[in-house]
């Protein structure tokens, strides 16, 4: 079955623009997170949507947000794009919450502020 | 808060040698323990998990051990290969006070494997 696609893999933006990232997670999930990769800080979460709501949120500026529709595809928005939000942005899916279920991440979406 | 320490890479080991990637983990109530795998230009891979004291993990030759005497979750292998190649990241899930989850990782552990 097909697997987490993020779309799209590669982004290149201007500082002061916004950005949308897409995460399709494997048929039958509910659950979609999105992590942030950078080398300086490693792996952070941002936040996790189940059946539409957010369910739990990381410490980053609220110009990050996010949201998830009927199909569990999600969105993660982040506006006023700064040189430090360059990034691997990574979302994962999981069948419902709870770490019995297990996360199956996409390859990401590397977003370059220039 | 929950947290993950793992040891700082890089390690080089040559082809057949045997791996430990030492990880321990500090957290409030019983959480699941994870070892993903990042292959160049790729997402996470999940190598094995355990979700609860005394669990073993397994998969691709490599072991690890819930111990929650000591908190820690070291991967072991005893014959790694070229293609093992790749950064290892040790993660835990615990519930947090919003009744979420997230994965906590650690910084990952880069490992070489020469011919």
């Known amino acids: 079955k097909a697997g987490v696609t993020q779309t799209p893999r590669y982004l290149i933006k201007t500082r002061g623009q916004q950005v949308t990232l897409s995460c399709s997670p494997i048929s039958g999930h509910r659950s979609v997170s999105w992590y942030q990769q950078t080398p300086g800080q490693g792996l952070q979460f941002l936040f996790e949507y189940f059946s539409e709501t957010q369910r739990n949120k990381g410490n980053f500026p609220g110009r990050f947000s996010g949201r998830q529709f009927s199909n569990s595809r999600s969105e993660m928005n982040v506006s006023t794009l700064e040189l430090g939000d360059s990034a691997l942005y990574l979302c994962a899916s999981s069948l419902g919450l709870g770490g019995n279920y297990g996360y199956t991440f996409g390859s990401g979406t590397r977003l370059t502020v220039v | 808060g929950n947290s993950v320490t793992q040891m700082e890479g890089p390690v080089t080991l040559s082809e057949e040698a045997f791996l430990t990637i030492n990880c321990t983990y500090t957290?409030?109530?019983?959480?699941?323990l994870f070892w993903y795998v990042q292959y160049p230009g790729e997402g996470l891979q999940l190598l094995l998990k355990?979700?609860?004291?005394?669990d073993k993990g397994s998969n691709k030759g490599f072991e690890a051990t819930y111990r929650k005497e000591t908190t820690s979750f070291h991967l072991e292998k005893g014959s790694v290969q070229v293609s093992d190649s790749a950064v290892y990241f040790c993660a835990l899930i615990s519930p947090n006070s919003n009744s979420g989850y997230a994965l906590n990782f650690g910084k990952g552990t880069s490992l070489l494997v020469t011919p």
């Open positions: 957290a409030t109530g019983y959480p699941s």
């Open positions: 355990a979700t609860k004291a005394d």
